[in-house]
């Protein structure tokens, strides 16, 4: 018989709209090397997937080799684990859809899986966060755009197609804001990076109070949150408008889902009890009182960067080992 050496590594890329984190990582989830580059820098996705598999050549050759990674997993908005596309991205440059996962395999000569972000992050989660053990939950992504994923039976639903779990496309204002895409009043456009600069801008615009976002170069929702910190009434108001919104919407969700917790995940969930007591308060009150006090709203204990990059390792483990080289 012949003998083989059993590949102990694989490579998670965690891809976001500011950047590509990449990293190595061995069976018991350590991080053996990472690090990344700009997403943004790159019109073409071809350009794209030439720099971040010679990016990914380099970190494995400097480590260990590559012939010691058994497969790769992505994290992508807009990504589609049933067909491996990025598919009509609303925030990305690269338009349409996009075989992601094939062209990354064509070019690396391993297995490929590619995820949706919110997906991944829930993959994560469930295997090194605050969903460790549990097997029905809801996790919410809450960045520029907002993603979710539901796990039931320790098993992520991704629907017929792979489009289960946009939450951030769920309408939640009739005839409300403009979102990115293309549709009206979704809750993206209210609880969204955008979304809540809009929020803040509208209520400057609205009142003459007095507020130290008046004297911001840049409102976002991290600024909003130190004018909250300093006791500014108009910017605590922007996070209680968002929690409002955000608590009735996560009410509904899990009004229909019934899971174990609701975890909220990415850069927006760092503002903290200025986001999640309204959020909370709103879910309270009208979540189904049959589940009222069993689930739990929770902000992710891990670092956003850190865990996605090992939810997209775990997606690597999952897929069955190839090899161009073999």
């Known amino acids: 018989m012949e003998q083989t050496s059993i590949k102990n ?14 990293a190595i990582v061995d069976v018991r989830g350590n991080i053996i090397a990472q690090d990344y580059f700009d997403t943004d820098q790159y019109e073409s996705v071809n350009e794209y997937v030439a720099a971040l598999s010679e990016r990914i050549i380099l970190l494995t050759e400097a480590n260990g080799g590559y012939d010691t990674i058994r497969s790769m997993g992505i994290s992508s908005p ?38 949706n972000d919110a997906h991944v992050t829930a993959l994560g989660e469930h295997v090194f966060g605050s969903a460790h053990g549990m097997k029905n ?39 409300g804001r403009m979102c990115g895409c293309g549709r009206m009043g979704c809750l993206e456009a209210y609880c969204g990076d955008k979304g809540i600069k809009t929020t803040a801008h509208e209520l400057l615009a609205q009142s003459q109070e007095p507020s130290l976002m008046r004297e911001l170069d ?13 006791g500014d009434k108009l910017a605590i108001e922007v996070f209680r408008r ?6 009735v919407a996560i009410a509904n969700y899990a009004s229909i889902v019934d899971p174990e917790v609701v975890i909220l995940t990415g850069g927006i969930s760092k503002a903290g009890h200025w986001l999640l007591d309204p959020a909370i308060e709103a879910f309270d009150k ?40 073999k």
């Open 218 to 230: 840049h409102i976002s929702p991290r600024t909003i949150c130190k004018c909250c910190e300093q």
């Open 9 to 22: 590594r694989v490579v998670g890329v965690d891809i976001s709209l500011e950047r590509t984190t990449y």
């Open 137 to 175: 939950f809801i996790v919410v992504s809450l960045g520029y755009g907002i993603g979710s994923c539901i796990f039931s039976h320790g098993e992520a639903h991704l629907g017929a197609d792979g489009f289960a779990g946009e939450f951030g496309h769920a309408c939640v204002v009739p005839n």
């Open 78 to 115: 807009s990504g589609n684990y049933l067909t491996g596309c990025i598919e009509n991205p609303p925030n990305l440059r690269w338009p349409g859809v996009t075989p992601l996962a094939a062209m990354l395999r064509d070019r690396l000569g391993i297995a490929v899986a590619l995820g």
């Open 242 to 247: 968002t929690g409002h919104i955000l608590g």
């Open 286 to 325: 009208h979540v189904f009182r049959n589940i009222r006090g069993h689930v739990k709203i929770l902000s992710s204990s891990i670092d956003d960067r850190e865990r996605d990059v090992l939810g997209a390792s775990a997606l690597a483990w999952g897929i069955k080992e190839y090899s161009l080289f």
